[in-house]
């Protein structure tokens, strides 16, 4: 068997169920296990979503700072951003306005009622810090209220057509009449990138409410409800920022950060794989191995393991794509850029994934490779 292979081992988080350093350590202990002279650097990756700064902090270094703000159903959150160097900022939305936020209640209404203001709280604190740029994380979000929980947090007010201040959450969206702008600018100086990889409009049938939303427990009543708040709420907004590409990443958020942020839009993945330096790393290797929870449709719309595994086509680098599962219907393995597809939960025969299956399962690839 031959020996001294190199392995970069940079997968994404599996979503609401290991974190991507805890992969990365997994999948790292079965290749020690089965090549023992083997060259294996970490590199834990994300692309916006939960578990962001973990993975850039793995990468990149930089100082935590802690706020308290409130989460997506008012009760109050510790959250944090990530400062680096040249006063760069990095929030993750997830954080402030993330599904796995609790509520003080349970069931359905918790989709109409989830807000984003805590985000806009964490853009504010970004802002008191002195930092310059701000690159948000857009994924995971509880809410579909189109930014403006985030937008009433940097002083925007939005009124029904009585001139009464609408409820918190995308529920009440739909009786929006006017939205007004605070006198002053909010964020004066600080310069918002949105990341994102999700494609989708704020409204329609590949929309933020009738694709996400049943997803963070909305009934099909619901869903028309939130659909109709963010048809509304697009009326108030430049012409054709609801129709941009993105506007309806986590639950409107896109639409919002471009609306009353002046942001812009960049791809999650691409950004950040730049930033850790990937290309330099994924240069220095025979093999990469990336991967995440479930690897299906959503996975072509520009998600991380997918963009590794592009890159390393590019690079005429071997790449595993490892994930808890794999949905039937994939496109072939050259169209997806990888070299080898590995379902996690069949190799091991398990339902759930765990570390010691990744481990089973990577030690059980490896020892077939060449």
């Not at 790292?28 to 060259?39: D, E, T, V």
Request: glycine share 14%; with cysteine.
């Amino acid at each position: 068997m031959a020996r001294g292979l190199r392995f970069l081992v940079a997968p994404n988080p599996f979503k609401g169920s290991l974190s991507a350093r805890a992969v990365a350590q997994a999948m790292a202990s079965g290749l020690r296990q089965a090549r023992p002279g083997s060259r294996i650097i970490l590199q834990p990756l994300a692309d916006g979503g939960p578990g962001t700064l973990q993975a850039l902090r793995c990468s990149l270094g930089g100082r935590l700072h802690a706020a308290s703000v409130d989460g997506p159903y008012g009760i109050r959150v510790r959250a944090s951003w990530l400062e680096l160097p040249g006063r760069v900022a990095v929030i993750e939305s997830a954080q402030a306005c993330g599904l796995q936020l609790r509520g003080p209640f349970r069931g359905p209404r918790q989709a109409l009622l989830a807000h984003s203001w805590g985000l806009g709280s964490l853009l504010l604190a970004a802002r008191r810090a002195g930092m310059r740029q701000a690159w948000v994380g857009l994924g995971g979000s509880a809410c579909t209220d189109g930014g403006t929980g985030m937008a009433r947090a940097l002083g925007w007010r939005f009124l029904d057509g009585q001139g009464r201040e609408l409820g918190l959450g995308g529920g009440s969206l739909a009786r929006l009449a006017k939205a007004i702008p605070p006198a002053r600018e909010p964020l004066p100086g600080l310069d918002v990138r949105a990341l994102c990889d999700v494609k989708s409009l704020l409204c329609g049938p590949g929309g933020a409410a009738r694709v996400f939303a049943p997803q963070k427990g909305a009934s099909a009543a619901q869903v028309r409800a939130l659909e109709a708040g963010l048809k509304a709420l697009a009326r108030r907004l430049p012409q054709g920022l609801a129709r941009r590409p993105g506007a309806g990443a986590a639950g409107g958020l896109g639409a919002g950060l471009l609306a009353f942020c002046k942001a812009r839009l960049d791809p999650g993945a691409d950004t950040l794989l730049g930033l850790c330096g990937f290309d330099k790393a994924l240069m220095a290797c025979d093999w990469v191995i990336t991967g995440e929870g479930r690897l299906d449709a959503q996975s072509l719309q520009g998600k991380l393991p997918l963009r590794v595994a592009a890159r390393a086509k590019s690079l005429c680098k071997r790449c595993l794509v490892a994930a808890g599962s794999i949905a039937p219907g994939l496109p072939p393995l050259e169209r997806l850029g990888a070299s080898q597809l590995l379902d996690i939960s069949k190799a091991s025969g398990a339902a759930a994934v765990s570390p010691s299956q990744i481990k089973l399962s990577l030690a059980r690839w490896a020892q077939g490779i060449q």
